[in-house]
């Protein structure tokens, strides 16, 4: 008799996007390989602190830390994150072993009584804790009061239907994966809300000695998503990238062309920073190429001046 092989274990967060997620790789996975696929459940930092905005206490970072405890302890062999969480450098002894294809990358409005943003009254309340949410809407509506909104997507939503808020602005990806969709009253255009590095796309982590792991999930890699989510996250980490930073980065693809639009926001200050740069990219390298040149216009733009005023 065989013995029957070792099962990969994915680390997952527990909110309920973050299982979707997990149980959608586990899915792949369990086509690509005869090895059984299992999910281990966490409960991060990040899931814990909600009285604070991330900002003020470490970040995204804190979403991602447990997960890669459980990986470096041989708890699990891969972790599934929404890229966005997942910061600019990994630890040593990490990689991203696949980017997946990118579902819906825009901001979603959530209203019970308001069609659009523009629709809004006056003064309205809207939550997000996302500082590039918070200096793009101030751009546009510079009337509304917007106030913090911490939680996985199912509190966020509650606290909205319980009268706390006019509208809350959440990522249209998660929505549209937990069949939420019709929660969408408005999908905000990245002409005016420029998404976030990563928005959308899922990334698959992993130990940099997991040879086979690495070569199987090969298959779920989708090289444009790929590309372009290497030139947002470039712009983030050369401007020292972080949640205390109200910054947006996001690639677009036309045939060949991959256009990168980059903005910079100031918690305290208003106007926002615009950069773009262009080209035809025909290796991982030249796409990150693309949005350190972006991440430069930025600077030139005036950047690095902001940036000494957002980072305590």
Not at 68 to 96: C, I
Not at 262 to 285: D, I, N, S
């Amino acid at each position: 008799m065989h013995a029957s092989p070792a099962p990969w274990i994915i680390a997952t967060r527990e909110s309920r996007l973050a299982l979707w997620q997990a149980e959608h790789v586990r899915a792949l996975l369990g086509g690509l390989s005869p090895r059984p696929v299992e999910l281990l459940g966490m409960t991060t930092r990040g899931d814990q602190i909600l009285d604070r905005s991330l900002s003020k206490v470490g970040g995204k970072g804190l979403f991602v830390k447990e997960l890669e405890v459980a990986l470096e302890e041989g708890r699990a062999h891969l972790a599934v994150h929404s890229l966005k969480d997942v910061p600019m450098e990994l630890p040593e002894g990490f990689v991203l072993a696949a980017v997946m294809e990118r579902e819906d990358p825009r901001d979603a409005l959530v209203s019970n009584r308001h069609a659009t943003l523009d629709a809004l009254p006056q003064g309205a309340v809207v939550g997000t804790s996302s500082l590039r949410r918070l200096v793009q809407l101030r751009a546009l509506r510079p009337d509304l009061r917007i106030e913090p909104l911490r939680g996985n997507l199912d509190t966020r939503l509650r606290k909205l239907d319980e009268g706390h808020y006019d509208a809350i602005v959440l990522a249209a990806a998660g929505l549209k994966r937990l069949g939420l969709a019709e929660r969408i009253r408005q999908v905000i255009e990245p002409a005016h809300m420029l998404p976030a590095a990563g928005q959308g796309a899922l990334g698959l982590e992993i130990r940099t000695e997991q040879a086979e792991l690495h070569q199987t999930l090969q298959a779920l890699n989708h090289t444009p998503t790929l590309w372009a989510a290497l030139a947002e996250r470039a712009v983030s980490r050369a401007l020292g990238g972080s949640c205390s930073m109200p910054l947006a980065a996001h690639g677009t693809w036309d045939g060949d062309t991959l256009t990168v639009r980059a903005l910079l926001g100031h918690p305290e200050r208003p106007g926002l920073l615009h950069a773009e740069t262009q080209g035809q990219p025909t290796t991982a390298e030249g796409a990150e190429a693309l949005g350190l040149l972006a991440a430069d216009r930025l600077i030139e733009a005036g950047a690095r001046d902001w940036l000494a005023g957002t980072i305590s």
